[in-house]
């Protein structure tokens, strides 16, 4: 797939020529393509806001969404989009500079969501949760005013994973990011095309082309976060498993409410047994359906 021709943006200049690259990225694209089309993310004609962080992640998003363009099989625009919220140390030219050199379409939108998240939440609390919630409605705010239908980012297989033992362990339900949703306003999509790829892939691929990452910890409110710690939680079973966490994501898209407890799910009080038909056990138990 990836012999012909190996540089086919400038996001691909300089690739390794090493046959373990090339097996990484051919997964990667793989990998991508599935998520969009199991989920039904292609609106031919759309225009989709790339989101862009300067992490490897969204390096990843970007460069796999051009190839897969690129190869005729994203038939939509591609806007790139930073946004700067002002958070100390962050190296403002950088995405600009890199976008440019790509030339890849983009708008680096600055707002100082940082100052309000620092003035808002109490000291020794982590920022995370209100700045995503900041910069999400800034997103939403510039897709609308570019004409995009989709705002895209760059969360992965493990952000999906953690995501859900998140909620498991402190939000007491089963839930996690979607690879698909729909705004609370409902006029644009939310896109995670990565759904299917795993971290350390991100990683490898994003080290190897050389890209310039942005850490995310700018705001020096990441220790102790209860993320890192389910983090840490899956990286020691996946160390004595391994594909462990391959076999966790997979059960996200195995679901069997009748084995769940949820009756807004499945009608528990309606079921009823078949007394004529004797599939139970030996004794003659009834089986529920």
Known sequence: MLDETDDIHPLFHGAPKSTEFKKLRKRIVQNTREAIEHYGMIEPGARWLVCLSGGKDSYTLLAVLHELKWRGLLPVDLLACNLDQGQ???????????LERMGVPHRIEYQDTYSIVVDKVPQGRTYCALCSRLRRGNLYRIAREEGCSAVVLGHHRDD??????MNLFHGSRLAT?????????????VYRPLAHVAEDDCEKFARAMN???IPCDLCGSQDGLQRMQVKALLDQWEKNHP???????????NIRPSH???PSLFNFAGLSRDLDKNDGDSEGIPVLR
């Open 260 to 262: 769940m407890l949820d």
């Open 177 to 189: 990011m979607p690879p698909k949703l729909v705004n609370e306003e409902g006029d644009l999509f």
């Open 160 to 165: 999906i994973l953690e995501t859900f033992f």
């Open 243 to 253: 594909g462990r966490r391959q076999k966790m994501f997979r059960a996200l898209g």
């Open 88 to 98: 100390p140390g962050f190296p403002a030219t950088v995405l600009p500079e890199f």
């Open 211 to 213: 890209y310039p990452i």
